[in-house]
Nanobody
Framework: EVQLVESGGGLVQAGGSLRLSCAAS????????IGWFRQAPGKEREGVSC????????YYADSVKGRFTISSDNAKNTVYLQMNSLKPEDTAVYYC????????????????????WGQGTQVTVSS
């Protein structure tokens, strides 16, 4: 059974930090890019960050660049999102998702390109 399980969300004040984790199982971890998406009430789901072993690259939305860092521990099949200098506009449900990279040519930020999704974890940033 494919599983992506997010953890680490919570309530923080503006300027604070959180570290999200995405634990993967049930598929070949190294064959997939792992992305983080978020969805705030009344807004579209948007790509936040993605790590791609095939491209050897990490990608960030402009809104989080310089504040968030994505990393991967392949031995643990886990991807992390370190979020610093949090702002109220970062408040959302955060999801991790897996994208099969074979023959992939895209932006890594289109939710429709992803094959598996986690249940989400709430991040709330107070002002």
């Amino acid at each position: 059974e494919v599983q992506l399980v997010e953890s680490g969300g919570g309530l923080v004040q503006a300027g604070g930090s959180l570290r999200l984790s995405c634990a993967a199982s049930g598929f070949t971890f190294d064959d997939y890019a792992i992305g983080w998406f978020r969805q705030a009430p009344g807004k579209e789901r948007e790509g936040v960050s993605c790590i791609s072993s095939s491209a050897g690259s990490a990608y960030y939305a402009d809104s989080v660049k310089g504040r968030f860092t994505i990393s991967s521990d392949n031995a643990k099949n886990t991807v992390y999102l370190q979020m610093n200098s949090l702002k109220p506009e970062d408040t959302a449900v955060y999801y991790c998702a897996a994208l099969r990279e074979l023959y992939y040519s895209g932006s890594y930020f289109d939710p429709d390109d992803y094959d598996f999704w986690g249940q989400g974890t709430q991040v709330t940033v107070s002002s």
